[in-house]
Nanobody, 125 residues
Framework: VVLVEESGGGLVQAGGSLELSCAVS????????MAWFRQPPGKEREGVAG???????SYVDSVKGRFTISQDNAKNTLYLQMNSLKPEDTAVYYC???????????????????WGQGTQVTVSS
């Protein structure tokens, strides 16, 4: 059984920072392609940041230069460091995992096999 659980969300003022964590049990994240997705209120889910099979990162244009995705295999944890936050970053953020042999990338959230429950990030102006 694979369990994925996000933490670190909260309320922050514009320009501030948050670090989200995604703790995984039941599988080694080194064997998966990991990604962060987000869903603003009333909008579709979108890919935010991802890691491919060799650790190459990808980001949606709106967060480039502000967000950094990383993982610590020893802790089996994925991170999303978010800096210079904007009100438009407000969303529920989800951690997701998929075997790299099956899929990787940000274009189709439905391809991801394992998901966390989501953590709310609210950025005030």
């Amino acid at each position: 059984v694979v369990l994925v659980e996000e933490s670190g969300g909260g309320l922050v003022q514009a320009g501030g920072s948050l670090e989200l964590s995604c703790a995984v049990s039941g599988a080694a994240i080194s064997n998966y392609c990991m990604a962060w997705f987000r869903q603003p209120p009333g909008k579709e889910r979108e890919g935010v940041a991802g890691l491919d099979y060799d650790g190459t990162t990808s980001y949606v244009d709106s967060v480039k230069g502000r967000f950094t995705i990383s993982q610590d295999n020893a802790k089996n944890t994925l991170y999303l460091q978010m800096n210079s936050l904007k009100p438009e970053d407000t969303a529920v953020y989800y951690c997701a995992a998929v075997p790299c042999r099956d899929y990787y990338g940000l274009e189709d959230p439905r391809k991801y096999r394992y998901w966390g429950q989501g953590t709310q990030v609210t950025v005030s102006s």
